[in-house]
């Protein structure tokens, strides 16, 4: 695979490569942040200096279907040591589902010195690179954030809909089983409540894994990407765009992959996803 | 790790349905307020996690055994034992399954050998109690499947003796 430098991407200082982790994870304006689908996995062995960020409990608000505050964005940049000066960089299982979600919910608050690994957990382990059960401790910081800013990249359904009237793209990266409503889930995962299957109408069914390479969980390069997403679906860099998936994970790697890779102005991640559009009464379903 | 917590409520469900060793592990669950004291002790279920002997079942194991919509490919086995008890065994696929293997690893424990009809009644919502918040909703829905399974298993008719 090129060096990320050499794959043409629009915004290739938001991707890193191992090697890059591995010489300077211990820079004290670094700060490498693990999550995962597994939560346990990171008491398992992680990337020495990296702290744990539990998409379930750190990230998510524990009462409603919604995101962490600005009082809980600050709570949790203190207890992990950073300021607004210090560059997050994300890794981890599933293809860095988890690492672009976390990215994508840092962004929300504009934390903007961030990266994701390229190649996630699974790469570096396959690169025998050393990994340790010793979490790391980090004098608390007095973090000051933004406000939560939702209208650039976070979509609702009510906006969906709007979306899906004006006949604007949508980005379905779900697993074409899904897409058709043959499934209500992931081939082999449970069903998380969705009543009814199929897709949000006019939705192109672009999977999240054919941005990446299997053997590797590299991103594709630009070359590669363009036939996926412009030549083959006939998405512009120009267009308001929808992505969304079951709960906003998957998605959020696509909305990655076209934001960052792609350089595309306006991708919307609708974190809502299957598990809400697949229980509202009386929103236009396509099979 | 502190001395278990007795709950009150707990104590009048759980008396009579659940065997003895996994209800003293469900109350030392329960007394466990620290979420990253939790998960280090999960991990140690994990890491305890012994594999299905392959004179029960060896690899590629058959599809009957594997646990529905576990995303971490994990099987389950319950074997007759004497008087009516019940020997469990457990496989996990997927090398990032942490949860599943510290689940049957804690099955495995406090279950296998037990009486069937013990092992009938344990309800799949301990995984809750276990894992509590260190779970999602579709992790958790998966990790009560290992338990439906072995409920399963304890539930399903004696294979019968074959006559010479």
């Given at each position: 695979?090129a060096?990320i430098s050499?794959?043409?991407?629009?915004?290739?200082?938001?991707?890193v490569?191992?090697e890059?982790?591995?010489?300077?994870?211990?820079?004290a304006?670094i700060?490498?942040?693990?999550?995962?689908?597994?939560?346990?996995?990171?008491?398992t062995?992680h990337?020495p200096?990296?702290?744990?960020?539990?998409?379930t409990?750190?990230?998510?608000?524990?009462?409603?279907?919604?995101?962490?505050t600005?009082?809980?964005?600050?709570?949790?940049?203190?207890?992990?040591g950073?300021?607004p000066?210090?560059?997050?960089?994300?890794y981890?299982?599933?293809?860095?589902w988890?690492?672009c979600?976390?990215?994508?919910?840092f962004?929300?608050?504009?934390h903007?010195?961030?990266?994701?690994?390229?190649?996630?957990?699974?790469?570096?382990e396959?690169?025998?690179?050393a990994?340790?059960k010793?979490?790391?401790?980090?004098?608390?910081?007095a973090?000051?954030?933004?406000?939560?800013?939702e209208?650039r990249?976070?979509a609702?359904r009510?906006?969906?809909?709007?979306?899906?009237?004006a006949?604007?793209?949508?980005v379905?990266v779900?697993?074409?089983?899904?897409?058709?409503?043959?499934?209500?889930?992931?081939p082999?995962?449970p069903?998380?409540?969705?009543?009814?299957g199929?897709h949000?109408?006019?939705?192109?069914?672009?999977?999240?894994?054919?941005?990446?390479?299997?053997?590797?969980?590299?991103?594709?390069?630009s070359?590669?990407?363009?036939s996926?997403?412009?030549?083959?679906?006939?998405?512009?860099?120009?267009?308001d765009?929808?992505a969304?998936?079951?709960?906003?994970?998957?998605?959020?790697?696509?909305?990655?992959?076209?934001?960052?890779?792609?350089g595309?102005a306006?991708v919307?991640n609708y974190?809502?996803s299957?598990?809400e559009?697949g229980n509202?009464?009386n929103?236009?379903?396509?099979? | 790790m502190?001395?278990?917590r007795?709950r009150?409520?707990?104590?009048?469900?759980?008396?009579?349905?659940?065997?003895?060793?996994?209800?003293?592990l469900?109350?030392?669950?329960?007394?466990?307020?620290?979420?990253e004291?939790?998960?280090?002790?999960l991990?140690?279920?994990?890491?305890?996690?012994?594999?299905?002997?392959?004179?029960?079942?060896?690899?590629p194991y058959?599809?009957e055994?594997?646990?529905?919509y576990?995303?971490?490919e994990a099987?389950?086995?319950?074997l007759?034992?004497?008087?009516?008890r019940?020997r469990?065994?457990f496989?996990?696929?997927?090398?990032?399954?942490?949860?599943a293997?510290?689940?049957?690893?804690i099955?495995?424990?406090?279950?296998s050998?037990?009486?069937?009809?013990?092992i009938?009644?344990?309800?799949?919502d301990?995984?809750?109690?276990?894992?509590?918040q260190n779970?999602?909703?579709?992790?958790?829905m998966?990790?009560m499947?290992?338990?439906?399974r072995?409920?399963n298993?304890?539930?399903a008719?004696?294979?019968?003796?074959?006559?010479?």
């Amino acid at each position: 695979m090129a060096a990320i430098s050499e794959r043409g991407y629009a915004h290739p200082e938001v991707l890193v490569s191992t090697e890059w982790v591995e010489q300077n994870r211990a820079k004290a304006e670094i700060r490498l942040i693990e999550s995962n689908e597994d939560t346990l996995l990171y008491g398992t062995g992680h990337i020495p200096g990296a702290v744990h960020v539990d998409w379930t409990s750190d990230l998510n608000d524990q009462i409603r279907r919604d995101y962490i505050t600005r009082a809980g964005f600050e709570s949790l940049m203190s207890r992990i040591g950073a300021t607004p000066e210090t560059t997050v960089v994300f890794y981890g299982d599933k293809n860095n589902w988890w690492a672009c979600y976390a990215f994508w919910v840092f962004q929300l608050f504009g934390h903007t010195r961030a990266k994701v690994m390229d190649g996630g957990r699974m790469k570096w382990e396959k690169e025998g690179r050393a990994l340790t059960k010793d979490a790391p401790n980090f004098p608390g910081t007095a973090y000051t954030a933004k406000e939560r800013d939702e209208s650039r990249i976070r979509a609702f359904r009510d906006e969906v809909m709007k979306h899906v009237g004006a006949g604007r793209p949508l980005v379905d990266v779900r697993s074409p089983e899904e897409f058709s409503g043959q499934r209500l889930h992931m081939p082999n995962y449970p069903n998380e409540g969705a009543l009814r299957g199929g897709h949000i109408p006019g939705a192109k069914n672009i999977p999240w894994s054919m941005a990446v390479r299997p053997d590797t969980g590299e991103f594709k390069t630009s070359e590669e990407l363009r036939s996926i997403y412009s030549t083959g679906a006939g998405l512009r860099a120009d267009q308001d765009i929808i992505a969304y998936c079951r709960i906003g994970e998957r998605s959020s790697l696509t909305w990655f992959v076209l934001t960052y890779l792609m350089g595309f102005a306006k991708v919307r991640n609708y974190d809502g996803s299957w598990t809400e559009w697949g229980n509202l009464v009386n929103v236009p379903i396509e099979k | 790790m502190g001395e278990p917590r007795q709950r009150a409520d707990r104590e009048v469900t759980d008396a009579g349905t659940i065997p003895a060793k996994l209800r003293e592990l469900l109350e030392t669950f329960d007394g466990i307020e620290d979420m990253e004291e939790r998960m280090s002790y999960l991990v140690s279920y994990a890491e305890r996690f012994k594999t299905v002997p392959a004179s029960v079942a060896a690899p590629p194991y058959p599809e009957e055994a594997r646990v529905p919509y576990c995303e971490s490919e994990a099987y389950v086995w319950g074997l007759p034992a004497e008087g009516g008890r019940m020997r469990l065994y457990f496989a996990v696929g997927n090398p990032s399954g942490v949860s599943a293997r510290a689940l049957s690893a804690i099955l495995e424990k406090t279950l296998s050998g037990a009486l069937r009809s013990e092992i009938a009644a344990v309800e799949p919502d301990i995984v809750n109690r276990i894992f509590r918040q260190n779970i999602s909703m579709g992790k958790g829905m998966g990790l009560m499947g290992i338990v439906e399974r072995v409920r399963n298993l304890a539930r399903a008719p004696l294979p019968s003796k074959s006559t010479p």
